[in-house]
């Protein structure tokens, strides 16, 4: 994936599986399965509530803050 298709990528209001999988790396099958994870680990284990409730999406936000904060635990 080239920076100009990451800068494109993370300018959009919301994540979809396929930008999941792209970045990633992974089939569609994985990529929703990590999707779903992330966002119940943003409002299960964070206790945080998601910006977008959209099956199959996630805004961009809530995928840089959950991100960051993997990073740091």
Same mark, same amino acid.
């Given at each position: 994936?080239?920076?100009?298709?990451?800068?494109?990528?993370?300018? !959009?209001?919301?994540?979809?599986? +396929?930008?999941?999988? !792209?970045?990633?790396? #992974?089939?569609?099958? =994985?990529?929703?399965? #990590?999707?779903?994870?992330?966002? =119940?680990?943003?409002?299960?284990?964070?206790?945080? +509530? #998601? $910006?977008?409730?959209? $099956?199959?999406?996630?805004?961009?936000?809530?995928? #840089?803050?959950?991100? +960051?904060?993997?990073?740091?635990?």
């Amino acid at each position: 994936m080239t920076t100009v298709e990451k800068n494109d990528m993370f300018a !959009k209001e919301y994540l979809d599986i +396929e930008d999941i999988a !792209k970045l990633y790396g #992974l089939c569609y099958n =994985r990529a929703s399965m #990590l999707l779903r994870d992330i966002k =119940r680990k943003i409002t299960m284990i964070q206790g945080k +509530e #998601l $910006r977008v409730t959209l $099956r199959g999406k996630i805004h961009t936000q809530d995928y #840089l803050d959950w991100r +960051e904060s993997q990073e740091v635990g």
